[in-house]
């Protein structure tokens, strides 16, 4: 993302909207949060209610929704060891 030591400002986004609002004002990258994700899509807190397929769905349209790169918050996981290295 960056070839030098300055650091990067990553606004955090929950769905398409806002990652392409992030974008146009001028952010090199975005971050999907746990909770932001959580409270849009079901109105609850990030306790591990919204599943891993979700999380990715999600994802897989605000990253469709804009060309600089996405981070995601994806808790634990969502698995033990295991599934994490899988």
């Given at each position: 993302?960056?070839?030098?030591?300055?650091?990067?400002?990553?606004?955090?986004?929950?769905?398409?909207?806002?990652?392409?609002?992030?974008?146009?004002?001028?952010?090199?990258?975005?971050?999907?949060?746990?909770?932001?994700?959580?409270?849009?899509?079901?109105?609850?807190?990030?306790?591990?209610?919204?599943?891993?397929?979700?999380?990715?769905?999600?994802a897989?349209?605000i990253?469709?929704?804009?060309?600089?790169?996405?981070?995601?918050?994806?808790?634990?996981?969502?698995?033990?060891?295991?599934?994490?290295?899988?």
């Amino acid at each position: 993302m960056s070839s030098t030591n300055e650091i990067l400002v990553m606004p955090g986004v929950y769905d398409a909207l806002t990652a392409k609002i992030a974008e146009h004002v001028g952010f090199k990258a975005i971050f999907q949060t746990g909770y932001g994700t959580s409270a849009s899509m079901l109105a609850m807190p990030d306790f591990g209610f919204l599943s891993m397929t979700e999380t990715l769905e999600n994802a897989r349209r605000i990253t469709r929704a804009v060309d600089i790169p996405l981070i995601v918050d994806v808790d634990t996981g969502y698995g033990n060891p295991l599934t994490v290295s899988k």
